[in-house]
């Protein structure tokens, strides 16, 4: 148990600007240090120390930690979970914010997750099979009808082929799988579902729950949901802490399905599961289905989070540690968030050789907004000269908060669209012609009125 005046020294691994964010926010921060593969100058400016190296190596966090010696450590991506970070600093007595490799296998096994549902009997699996081989694959996908094909293992959401939006035949999915299976990797084939996507992320200490706000993310790299799948290009959350397409209804079930989920990890390995649950939901026609789970915050949803959240977030993480999170109400202010990406013109693909990759995002800083309704978090970029340069993924983001989606929409959109660069990004997300498509699309399936004032 801390001194109530107690301060702490935190380190972060791996990328995440809206972590930091929140640390800084906090009034029980002291120290914050971060390993990162690279540094961008959110971290060079907001740091107390940093040191560059490979995050998924779990003896550089080690040996870091052994250094500053943090009371404990978030790790904010799936790869250094993946890769044993956490068992590695347990091992030296630094609690974590992030699973064991064990219990991160929720984010890096597709098949692990899906046979945890079944075996616990928690709702949400679309019908689904492993498989190592074409042994009875091309019967089970004739079966299916429309299927999905994912990668047993980690892609940064973007090894997910949907049939209808990736690929067109039986054939050419099967030979997706082939080429799989050709690099040694097992698949999971899914029943494709129709619905709405969303984010419903909950801290867990081992055994009590604290939710989050639901929020939209929006994969495709172009309006009107076209182009490739990239990491998320942005998101946007509601005041009333639902989303236009959802009831409350929804919400609660998919906080129970959380819940259920971190109760099996525990039954399943013997391991308290302590960190985020993040479980990316579709509500279809047939109920609430579970698409996925990530073993951490999403990005971007994680700067929806970080713009909204009233708590003292290192008194969440003390909370997690200790399992104390029944006792600490965790609270997000009831207002509209929205969250839009600079990407490289042409991301996801890598940056052309010859492409200038300075950007200029005075006109956004120079806002009256800006520090008010409006914040910046970096992402994959450099400082070079006094310039920010662009590297292969997305750079920044712009988050707004105000009392209305509409007002937040408009706010985001001004800083975004005024960057000067070889950049774009999606002006549709939280634009009132977007969210009645999203909305339409719900009323199709459901074929009822499910309308709710969303601005
Ligand atoms: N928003 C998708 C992800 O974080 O994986």
């Not at 790869?79 to 007595?93: F, K």
């Not at 914010?97 to 949400?124: H, M, N, V």
């Amino acid at each position: 148990m801390q001194a109530v005046n107690e301060k702490f020294d935190v380190m972060i691994i791996g990328k995440s600007f809206a972590l930091m964010t929140m640390c800084k926010a906090s009034t029980k921060l002291n120290g914050l240090y971060v390993l990162s593969d690279y540094a961008n100058p959110g971290i060079i400016k907001e740091a107390t120390n940093y040191k560059i190296a490979d995050t998924n190596n779990p003896e550089n966090a080690v040996e870091y930690a052994k250094l500053i010696r943090p009371h404990f450590a978030i790790i904010a991506s799936e790869d250094p979970l993946a890769h044993g970070v956490a068992d590695a600093l347990l091992n030296i007595g630094v609690p974590c914010i992030g699973p064991t490799q064990s219990l991160a296998r929720l984010e890096s096994s597709k098949s692990f997750t899906r046979q945890l549902l079944e075996k616990y009997d928690i709702p949400g699996n679309p019908a689904y099979r492993r498989f190592h081989d074409e042994n009875g694959l091309a019967e089970f996908v004739r079966e299916l009808g429309e299927f999905v094909v994912k990668p047993d293992g980690l892609t940064g959401g973007k090894g997910v082929r949907v049939m209808g939006d990736h690929f067109t035949t039986v054939e050419e999915g099967l030979a997706y799988c082939r080429e799989l299976f050709s690099q040694n990797g097992s698949v999971v084939i899914e029943e494709r579902l129709d619905g709405e996507e969303f984010s419903f992320q909950s801290f867990f200490d081992g055994k009590h729950i604290a939710h989050m706000v639901p929020i939209q993310d929006h994969k495709r790299a172009h309006n009107d949901d076209t182009g490739p799948n990239t990491g998320g290009m942005g998101s946007y959350s509601c005041a009333d802490h639902l989303l236009p397409f959802l009831t409350a209804d929804d919400v609660k079930a998919a906080g129970e399905i959380n819940r259920r989920v971190g109760e099996a990890l525990f039954l399943e390995t013997g391991e308290e599961y302590k960190g985020i649950l993040y479980g990316g939901f579709m509500i279809t026609k047939k109920g609430l289905r579970v698409i996925e789970y990530n073993a951490r915050f999403g990005d971007p949803e994680v700067m929806n989070i970080a713009s909204l959240l009233e708590t003292d977030f290192v008194a969440i993480c003390l909370a997690v540690i200790d399992g104390t999170l029944d006792r600490l109400p965790v609270e997000f202010r009831r207002q509209a968030s929205v969250c839009k990406y600079i990407v490289p013109r042409n991301y996801p693909e890598k940056l052309p050789k010859d492409m200038d990759i300075r950007i200029n995002i005075d006109d956004a800083l120079a806002s009256p907004e800006f520090g008010k309704r409006l914040r910046v978090y970096y992402s994959a970029i450099n400082e070079k000269d006094g310039a920010i340069e662009m590297t292969d993924s997305r750079s920044l983001a712009f988050v707004a908060v105000a009392d209305t989606l509409t007002e937040a929409e408009g706010i985001a959109e001004t800083a975004a669209s005024s960057v000067k660069g070889n950049v774009f990004h999606r002006t549709d997300i939280g634009t009132p012609p977007l969210i009645k498509k999203r909305v339409e699309h719900m009323e199709r399936l459901f074929e009822i009125e499910r309308r709710r004032q969303f601005a």
